[in-house]
């Protein structure tokens, strides 16, 4: 498929993981990328795989509105116009709610809540021209709660809500507004839970698939739902889960 010839898309958290793999879904598809990132040599590394006349290394703290609007600047200086934004840089905290520092509640907000923020209120003028799109990571822990997550879960709980209320206001304008919400995903951030053999038995009998997702799969969810294909789409939280949260939570009767 080549959906995203002569568009311009940005990708956040661009260095790894779902950011990565859905940069790397972009450019196949024929999209001019930005990669952004707040780690340069990790970028540099992705964008030399990629077409060097249709890619964009831009280092970026997403927590920093001048950085993120910086970005923005860049993108249509090299490009002329922004059809997409995958919000998708973020970070994670863990323990019950006394036991992570200030510093840390400060930090997950600002990173990931305050990130994507930035990136639409950075983006939008330039979508408006478009009718572009735009696209967000929740996860399905802003969907529900984990336990000894408090922090990570108030921050995707608020990127869900946030991206349905943007796609209200945004839609008049023809900008369609969406978030991915992904289970386990086998990313830099996951490797040491990989390594748990028993808390993987634990995650392959919760998940009806019975496994955790690849990055790609990922991927291939945010530029459908950043594709024409999904035209009509707008304001949703989508899980990308292996049926998790078809549950009810109770327990197998098998």
Known sequence: MQRFIDRTVIVTGAGSGIGEATARRFSEEGANVVLAG?????LQKVAKELPPERTLVQQTDVSKFDQVQAMVDATIERFGKLHVIFNNAGIAVDGKITEPSLEDWDKIMSTNVGGVFHGCRAAMPHLVKTKGCIVNTGSVSGLGGDWAMGFYNASKGAIVNLTKSIALDAGADGVRVN?????????????EMKKDAKLMAKFKERIPLGRGAEPSEIAAVVAFLASDDASFVSGVALPVDGGLMASNGQPSMG
């Open 179 to 191: 978030a991915v919400c992904p289970s386990l995903t086998f990313t830099p951030m996951t490797a």
């Open 38 to 42: 707040d780690k340069l040599d990790m």
